[in-house]
């Protein structure tokens, strides 16, 4: 968890991320298309990924992958991301962290 917490620390946008799933690979093209620049970490490809992953399991995603935290908030997973964006909620919330102007 601590490692989680150094990992979103002081960035306004991170995602959680494996290349190999598609719903990560829509989530980042939402955020890049919107002008967002995320820091994402592929799980799959740093060195104790699978470490990182439990410990989101134990937040309480699942999946575990994307996993989005705007303004060191956890937001949830690819259905918390979209809902937000269908109910207009998300570009507010990411103007509010300084994700976008």
């Not at 919107?34 to 999946?63: H, Q």
């Not at 705007?70 to 991301?81: F, T």
């Not at 964006?85 to 507010?92: D, E, G, T």
């Amino acid at each position: 968890m601590e490692k989680i917490q150094k990992m979103i620390s002081g960035k306004p946008v991170v995602i959680f991320s494996n290349n190999s799933c598609c719903m990560s690979h829509t989530i980042k093209t939402l955020f890049l298309d919107f002008g967002v620049n995320p820091a994402i970490y592929e799980l799959d490809e740093i060195s104790r990924g699978k470490e990182i992953e439990n410990a989101l399991a134990l937040l309480g995603c699942s999946p575990t992958v994307p996993v989005v935290f705007i303004g060191g908030q956890l937001v949830g997973g690819a259905n918390q991301v979209m809902s937000l964006h269908l109910n207009r909620s998300l570009v507010p919330m990411l103007k509010r962290v300084g994700a976008l102007i």
